[in-house]
């Protein structure tokens, strides 16, 4: 069992910060992978980071490599996503994920667990 809860979303300028949390229960650090994916109004929920313990793999989306962190902190078992230099096309719905098998990390197909999402807004 596998509970997901975020936090940390906000509204922002373009150019600022915000580090979200996911806090995790259960077996989450146990998992294969964690992630974080982000939905925008009327679009599909896609890719932004993930990170595998078995493998010790980390990949990010193109659009956010180099200005997100994933990291995590397993006695608070917590994972949390830096995010810096924020544009207006971040903005939208952050999930935490976690996967329970072996499988590709941008596919959400991999992730069996989800948290509740928390908004991120940027504005101009």
């Known amino acids: 069992q596998v509970q997901l809860v975020e936090s940390g979303g906000g509204m922002v300028q373009a150019g600022g910060s915000l580090r979200l949390s996911c806090a995790a229960s259960?077996?989450?650090?146990?998992?294969?992978?964690m992630a974080w994916f982000r939905q925008a109004p009327g679009k599909e929920r896609e890719f932004v980071t993930a990170?595998?313990?078995?493998?010790?793999?980390?990949d990010y989306a193109d659009s956010v490599k180099g200005r997100f962190t994933i990291s995590r902190d397993n006695a608070k078992n917590t994972i949390y996503l830096q995010m810096n230099g924020l544009k207006p096309e971040d903005t939208a719905v952050y999930y935490c994920?976690?996967?329970?098998?072996?499988?590709?990390?941008?596919?959400?197909?991999?992730?069996?667990?989800w948290g509740q999402g928390t908004q991120v807004t940027v504005s101009l």
């Open positions: 259960g077996r989450s650090f146990d998992s294969y992978a």
């Open positions: 994920a976690a996967s329970s098998a072996i499988g590709s990390l941008r596919s959400i197909r991999t992730y069996g667990y």
């Open positions: 990170n595998s313990w078995s493998g010790d793999a980390t």
